[in-house]
């Protein structure tokens, strides 16, 4: 029997959460201590919390194990103490800047333009306040600005003389924080446009779409699951709950199912329950063109379907693996086909 070996799953999503190794210290005397590993690291200063101190916002350079983001509070003996890491789905070519309000402002740069996203730290967290999708470099030519805070935004096309700006309403959006969504204005125009088939979307739906998003940016999720352009694999639900499928069926190779089912919880953290099984059909590639040899490989190439299951908790950006009983499978992973 040839035995077939089923990919990672959620033992492997899990890598891009919480489980992986710590990459940023706790406490450092200086910006050269804050990483663990010998990394390029990005950083900008300013006072961000107004106490009068400078602190940090510090990206790993093209790091993609572990945690690669992370914001510091300085002291005034010179130190830092780490707030809170994260790990994002960013581009390598980012920028960081701290700008003279104490806002976090993150630019990553694209060949088209760039992703502009602003965060401030209030309420014990740093918030979504706004940013901008420029595409001036792209065939379109335009750029938008948000403003969470006024929920305006500003669309100008073309550049120069010939430059014409709108203003537009956006949607009554909830408090977003840094980790709940991916720095990507593509991957977020569901913000704008009140999801997949142009719906209104209530909060909770927003974050959980955000949650969603950062699975996939970050590759916590079978690759055909991260596809986010088709937005028929988004979760669909009520804010009772929420739920996602995927499959794929590969001739030759592989049958997979995936669901996923999203609950908020009354301290409001979402729990996530995955479902995932696979089936090997690799055997068919060894199918003679006329199947005249197909009950001779049936009979050497027996497979079982392998099935996985996990959960994780969604709280404050981070993912955390949590034990899930055996017996609480998600309704809809017998929804296959």
């Known amino acids: 029997m040839n035995a077939f070996i089923l990919p990672a799953l959620c033992a492997l999503t899990l ?51 572990g945690t690669n983001f992370a914001f510091y509070f300085g002291n005034k003996q010179g130190g830092y103490t780490l707030f809170r890491d994260y790990e994002v789905g960013l581009r390598e070519d980012v920028e960081l800047s701290v700008t003279a309000q104490g806002v976090a402002r993150i630019q990553a740069n694209r060949d088209d333009g760039a992703d502009i996203f602003l965060f401030r730290y209030e309420g014990g967290d740093f918030r979504l306040i706004g940013g901008k999708e420029d595409r001036h470099k792209s065939s379109d030519d335009y750029d938008i600005s948000y403003n969470y805070l ?58 959980v779409m955000g949650i969603f998003r950062v699975m996939q940016a970050n590759g916590m999720l079978f690759w055909h699951f991260c596809d986010w352009e088709n937005p028929y694999r988004d979760p669909v639900g009520s804010d009772e709950g929420w739920y996602a499928y995927d499959d794929h069926m590969a001739p030759g190779s592989y049958n997979y199912w995936a669901t996923l089912d999203i609950t908020k919880l009354p301290d409001g953290s979402f729990q996530l329950d995955m479902d995932e099984s696979m089936y090997d059909r690799s055997y068919e590639a060894l199918f003679n063109e006329d199947m005249s040899n197909i009950d001779e490989i049936m009979e050497e190439y027996e497979t079982e379907e392998e099935t996985s299951s996990c959960r994780w908790i969604f709280k404050d950006g981070r993912f955390t693996e949590v034990e899930r009983p055996a017996e609480t499978a998600s309704p809809g992973s017998e929804a296959k086909g």
């Open 15 to 65: 890598a891009a959460g919480s489980l992986q190794a710590q990459n940023f210290n706790r406490t450092a005397n200086s910006a050269g201590e804050i990483f663990t590993l010998e990394n390029t690291l990005v950083t900008a200063e300013g006072d961000m919390n107004k106490d009068g101190v400078k602190d940090l916002v510090v990206m790993a350079q093209g790091y993609l194990s």
């Open 150 to 207: 006024t929920d305006k935004m500003i669309r100008t096309d073309g550049h120069g003389s010939g430059r014409k700006s709108e203003t537009l309403d956006l949607p009554k959006l909830p408090k977003i924080h840094f980790g709940w969504i991916p720095l990507n204005y593509d991957m977020l125009a569901y913000l704008v446009d009140g999801g997949s088939e142009g719906e209104d979307l209530s909060p909770d739906s927003v974050l």
